[in-house]
């Protein structure tokens, strides 16, 4: 376990940094960070209304004056490829690079659903949503000087992603749904995605990966962290059991946010390289400060992964200029 925190983290002034549902958990916890080290922090959040609150709160709480921290809130419906697309070109028309696109946000375990564009909802805002955001905002991405000479496309997974299984003749759980299944699916699709997108700038640099590129792709989880994604999980159960077992569970196994926060932080900062996975490096993976671990097997299937990708341009039309 390396003992890494936040304090070790790079100044980031003149740095541009998005992260996802930025309004609350690991991704408020994230925003605050990289906003104290000097960073623009571009909060993508679905509701506009949550993420200014929670800007003013991290403005209110940060031992920094308010006017050290620069918050830019903007609507960010992940569950909508066209909320998506204005994101993106919002962010194109006021910025001249990304040097880090943080895929933080994400639904768990909900029953089943469909996202506007008719995409099974885990599916369709963990992996597909974040693939349109990610190919979007690529050529801001390839314009920045990053952090370390490179910049990033943190990808966060879950320990989950070892009980996903990819079965392309029903990615959308049209036949079945298990929500627990369907939400390790998701957390795998994560990985396979960070993992390929890392081959193909390799491939398009020419390089066989020894060398650093331009723009890194790098995934994380964060353990088990005690945040509002179990809350949202039991409330959307309507099992009240559920919702005693995860607070219990959050009370007795979780680590606070802040901490869980620590691997997408190190993915962002440190040197790493291209297709690493940062977790937790304490009991089980699930506890303690960041370490470079690895996924399981079925994270590093090529051919999943290239017909992933594929899958995922036809199903959100955007396609990755590299």
């Known amino acids: 376990m390396s003992g890494w925190t936040t304090d070790e983290m790079p100044r980031l002034d003149g740095k541009t940094v998005v992260v996802t549902g930025a309004n609350s958990g690991l991704g408020y916890e994230g925003t605050r960070a990289f906003a104290e080290k000097g960073a623009t922090v571009v909060m993508a959040c679905r509701s506009v209304r949550r993420g200014d609150r929670a800007a003013d709160e991290i403005r209110r709480e940060s031992a920094l004056d308010r006017e050290d921290l620069n918050l830019d809130v903007r609507e960010c419906d992940l569950a909508s490829l066209d909320s998506v697309a204005a994101f993106a070109e919002g962010l194109a028309a006021d910025y001249d690079a990304v040097d880090v696109c943080c895929n933080n946000a994400g639904v768990m375990a909900i029953p089943r659903s469909e996202t506007e564009d008719g995409f099974e909802t885990q599916f369709g805002v963990n992996h597909l949503g974040h693939f349109a955001l990610t190919g979007r905002l690529f050529p801001l991405l390839d314009a920045a000087e990053g952090i370390g000479g490179a910049a990033r496309v943190v990808t966060q997974s879950s320990g989950a992603h070892e009980q996903g299984e990819m079965d392309f003749s029903d990615l959308n759980w049209e036949r079945s749904y298990g929500k627990w299944k369907a939400y390790g699916r998701s957390k795998l699709a994560n990985l396979l995605f960070a993992y390929e997108l890392q081959r193909r700038i390799a491939d398009a640099r020419g390089n066989d990966g020894g060398d650093d590129p331009e723009i890194r792709s790098v995934a994380c989880h964060p353990g088990y962290a005690a945040t509002n994604l179990q809350h949202r999980t039991a409330e959307a159960s309507g099992n009240p059991l559920m919702k005693v077992g995860m607070k219990a569970a959050n009370a007795v196994l979780g680590q606070d946010a802040a901490t869980g926060a620590l691997p997408m932080l190190y993915a ?51 396609e990755f200029p590299i």
């Open 268 to 318: 962002a900062t440190a040197d790493v390289d291209g297709g690493a996975y940062v977790e937790p490096g304490g009991l089980m993976n699930m506890r303690g400060t960041p370490t470079v671990g690895r996924s399981n097997d079925a994270s590093y299937d090529r051919p999943d992964a290239r017909r992933l990708w594929e899958y995922s341009e036809e199903a959100t039309g955007v």
